[in-house]
């Protein structure tokens, strides 16, 4: 059973330096949680700002009369 879990498992390595690592292991046991899930945590958080940062920029004068268009 192990072993068709393992197949279906991908995954791959990265190389980081020893004190990120230390850092990663450190939060990953405050969040009780993997260093894959860590990681994961904090690609969404990455992703997450990155979202809020371009919604928070203010609109384009293209974008601002595509908004105001009439809807008929």
Same mark, same amino acid.
């Given at each position: 059973?192990?072993?068709c879990?393992l197949?279906?498992?991908?995954? =791959?390595?990265?190389?980081?330096? *020893?004190?990120?690592? !230390? +850092?990663?292991?450190?939060?990953?046991?405050?969040?009780?949680? #993997?260093?894959?899930? =860590?990681?994961?945590l904090?690609? *969404?958080?990455?992703? !997450? +700002?990155?979202?809020?940062?371009?919604?928070?920029?203010?609109? #384009?004068?293209?974008?601002?009369?595509?908004?105001?268009?009439?809807?008929?």
């Open positions: 059973m192990l072993f879990i197949q279906i498992m991908q995954s =791959t390595s990265v190389r980081i330096d *020893r004190a990120t690592h !230390q +850092e990663l292991s450190r939060l990953a046991e405050q969040l009780d949680a #993997t260093l894959g899930d =860590t990681i994961a904090a690609i *969404r958080k990455l992703r !997450q +700002e990155r979202m809020g940062e371009e919604l928070s920029t203010p609109l #384009t004068p293209e974008e601002q009369l595509w908004l105001d268009a009439d809807p008929r």
